[in-house]
Each structure stands twice: as C-alpha cells, then as structure tokens.
T-cell receptor, first 111, second 114 residues
Framework: GNSVTQMEGPVTLSEEAFLTINCTYT??????LFWYVQYPGEGLQLLLK?????DKGSNKGFEATYRKETTSFHLEKGSVQVSDSAVYFC??????????FGQGTILTVHP | SAVISQKPSRDICQRGTSLTIQCQVD?????MFWYRQQPGQSLTLIAT?????????ESGFVIDKFPISRPNLTFSTLTVSNMSPEDSSIYLC???????????FGSGTRLTVV
C-alpha cells in the first residue's frame, strides 16, 4: 500500500535558521504531494502542494519540490520565525481523495 | 476550494456514551473522508463516505463503532459509539473537489472521553 515516511522530530531551531524536513512517498504511480501545518490548538491547514513531478510548491517562504526519481518532497525554509512553530505533516494522495499522512514533525523555533 | 463547517469543535464525554460529529460543506462534493488523530500521532483515515451508498471503512475501523451517514452531497456525520478513553482524539472530516488539488479539512472535533 501507499506510505509516507517523514523525518522524525522534534526539530528545534533558532530564529532565522534554515529548515529542512524530509519526506518520501511510496506508491504505485505518482501521487500528488502535500505539506500540511497544524499550529497549536488549531486545525489542519494546507501549506503547499505539488501535483506532478518537478513541480515546486511554495507558500509563506516555505518550498518543496516533487522529485520524481525518489518521490521525495522535502520541505525547506531559508529563515524560520518563532511563528513557524507548529506540527508539519507530509501527505500523499490520489484522485480518489484518500490522503496518506506521515507521522508529523514538531518544529519549535526559539527567539 | 470548499469550506467545511464541523461541529462540535470539542466535547468531553462519559465512557459508554456516543457522540455524533457533523460536517457541512458549502458546495456539493462527491467524496467525504473521516480521519482520526490520536494524541501526538498522525492522521489515520477512518472511512470514505459517498452519497447514496454505505461508507467504506479502512482496516481497523468498523461500522458498529463508527457509523457514518451521508444523506446528501453537502453533509455527513460520524458517530463515535460506546466511547472509551482510547477514543480520545481529534476527528476531522475532509473533502476533495473535482481535482486532487481540492483537499479541504474541517477544523476538527477534539474529543475527550472520561
């Protein structure tokens, strides 16, 4: 079946540090890939997405590129802020609508 | 993308009771999905709800425990039956529109069973 493997956390960074959270997806075919963010006490929000190979999703300074060869979708941000502290989930899905989530990575950014 | 209204946003329930969670979508959607997020864990798909047919449950989830209704293309309910503390989780509904880009999640229901 489908699976998403996500970099384990928690990740603790200082403000303005560079962030990478790794994610790889195993599936038949090439699913769409997503990053979701869950801020403390809030619901799940779509951060960015890529629907085909070589697509780059970007939002709020975050980026991720869909690498076909490894079905990877690593999340990056050049300079994190305290307000980026949240749980980040990588997910993959097909046109049938089911999403498979990674285990989530807790990010804490200190001033 | 669609907008989902999910309620209740949170509840504290006694063990042995049942809770019904509602999701209302502002547009017609073919497929609705129910997920569970246990404390500190990722999201796990419970079932897929299609209008006019019985829900399709994932491995480990059964209809007697999580009955689902889908009376029309904009509404669905999930009931958590005969609750125990292990059912304490966040439950979320999700819809997908006409394309894979259209995933939207409700704000979630934070359930605590005491």
């Amino acid at each position: 079946g489908n699976s998403v493997t996500q970099m384990e956390g928690p990740v603790t960074l200082s403000e303005e540090a560079f962030l990478t959270i790794n994610c790889t997806y195993t599936a038949t075919g090439y699913p769409s890939l997503f990053w979701y963010v869950q801020y403390p006490g809030e619901g799940l929000q779509l951060l960015l997405k890529a629907t085909k190979a070589d697509d780059k999703g970007s939002n709020k300074g975050f980026e991720a590129t869909y690498r076909k060869e490894t079905t990877s979708f690593h999340l990056e941000k050049g300079s994190v802020q305290v307000s980026d502290s949240a749980v980040y989930f990588c997910a993959g899905g097909t046109s049938y609508g089911k999403l498979t989530f990674g285990q989530g990575t807790i990010l804490t950014v200190h001033p | 993308s669609a907008v989902i209204s999910q309620k209740p946003s949170r509840d504290i329930c006694q063990r042995g009771t049942s809770l019904t969670i509602q999701c209302q979508v502002d547009s017609q959607v073919t497929m609705m999905f129910w997920y569970r997020q246990q404390p500190g864990q990722s999201l796990t798909l419970i079932a897929t709800a299609n209008q006019g047919s019985e829900a399709t449950y994932e491995s480990g989830f059964v209809i007697d425990k999580f009955p689902i209704s889908r009376p029309n293309l904009t509404f669905s309910t999930l009931t958590v039956s005969n609750m125990s503390p292990e059912d304490s989780s966040i439950y979320l509904c999700s819809v997908v529109g006409d394309s894979v880009e259209g995933y939207t999640f409700g704000s979630g229901t934070r359930l605590t069973v005491v």
